[in-house]
């Protein structure tokens, strides 16, 4: 909460680099809401590779790992568990799944956080409950020797710093006092630095990155691994969270290091969705898809230039022979000529 705290007291001036990040992300975002209004169904395939990522990523961050060769039975269906491990990407699974299927009526709240970590750690004894004991963050040296890399809040004030950190994300998304991804990164900062499980902490916090996105309207995590990202470049995520967190339970830290990683992380999550859905989109049969699934969207006729303007990356040749081969099929039909000839289905002829 002393993140959060801070920008709350008020946000003078946001550092250059996050600004520019924020801007790719906007440009990103616009492509992120056109692919998923034009053609869904195609985007299943991205879905269903990022769930697997996700939780075998995130789990790995923590040490948790399965045997390649259980990973897609663990995900996709109801085997009988191994063990410990098993268990728990399984359940993160579990949680990855609600958020996809519920964003909108799941709330940022305590509830939720308690039964997010409930879900990601499983039967164990203290799941789904805030640390009993003091727990700081320890590093386990190459030579064998430990330091104490981050001395998080007490287990007595945790309940109390877990409160400030919900109320004061929620107040600063309902006035829209910062950047919904800056506030969501903050509150991301806080919440490592707080601490409030005996573990798990990380898992929580990313599948709570995950649903703030959702509510923003940011639903690249659908698509694209998080969780991998942030694991392919998990030296630097483990190096800007020590650069913030550094003078946190005074309030002096600099919380820009580890906040611009993960708006980097989120610029790249969309650059490697808009890559990946470009793709999909290459082939001749996949484009000529394209193009009929927005006729079928179509209410009443429409011009050759509309129907272009709704399939990205397909060219204007395409979009007409498309429309000329359902036009010699019977489905459509076309009054007048050239660009200005309005086009429709003809009657409920199936495309």
């Not at 053609?39 to 399965?66: F, M, W, Y």
């Not at 956080?113 to 879900?119: A, F, N, V």
């Not at 963050?137 to 409160?163: C, H, W, Y």
């Not at 050759?304 to 397909?314: D, P, T």
Request: glycine residues 6%.
């Amino acid at each position: 909460m002393q993140t959060l705290a801070k920008l709350a007291a008020g946000l003078k001036n946001i550092p250059a680099g996050a600004a520019w990040y924020l801007a790719d992300i906007a440009e990103a975002k616009g492509k992120q809401d056109l692919y998923a209004h034009q053609s869904p169904q195609k985007l299943k395939v991205l879905l269903e590779h990022a769930l697997v990522e996700s939780a075998v990523s995130s789990n790995r961050i923590e040490g948790v790992e399965i045997d390649k060769k259980r990973v897609g039975t663990i995900i996709f269906g109801k085997p009988l568990l191994q063990d410990r491990n098993e268990e728990e990407i399984q359940g993160y699974r579990d949680a990855l799944q609600w958020i996809h299927a519920d964003s909108e009526k799941i709330h940022f709240s305590e509830a939720t956080i308690k039964k997010l970590h409930k879900m990601s750690r499983g039967e164990i004894w203290d799941s789904g409950k805030y640390k009993e004991k003091d727990s700081d963050i320890i590093e386990r040296l190459p030579g064998g020797d430990t330091r104490v890399r981050f001395k998080t809040v007490s287990a007595g004030n945790t309940p109390q710093a877990m409160k400030e950190l919900v109320s004061l994300y929620n107040e600063l998304i309902k006035t829209n006092a910062i950047h919904p991804l800056i506030a969501m990164a903050a509150c991301n900062l806080d919440f490592l630095c707080i601490h409030p499980f005996r573990d798990g902490n990380g898992r929580v916090s990313r599948l709570l990155l995950l649903l703030q996105l959702y509510h923003a309207g940011y639903n690249v995590g659908r698509y694209i691994s998080l969780e991998r990202l942030i694991e392919e470049h998990k030296e630097r995520y483990y190096e800007t969270l020590e650069m913030s967190s550094q003078r946190w339970h005074e309030g002096k830290h600099d919380p820009w290091s580890y906040i611009n990683f993960l708006l980097y992380m989120f610029k790249m999550s969309y650059g490697e969705f808009i890559d990946r859905v470009e793709k999909i989109e290459t082939t001749k049969g996949a484009k000529t898809e394209l193009v009929i699934e927005q006729i079928r969207k179509m209410n009443g006729d429409f011009t050759l230039s509309q129907l272009q303007s709704r399939c990205l990356n397909v060219s204007r040749d395409m979009v007409r022979k498309a429309l000329k081969d359902l036009q010699k099929q019977g489905k459509v039909i076309s009054e007048g000529r050239g660009l200005a000839a309005r086009w429709r289905r003809k009657g409920n002829a199936p495309l």
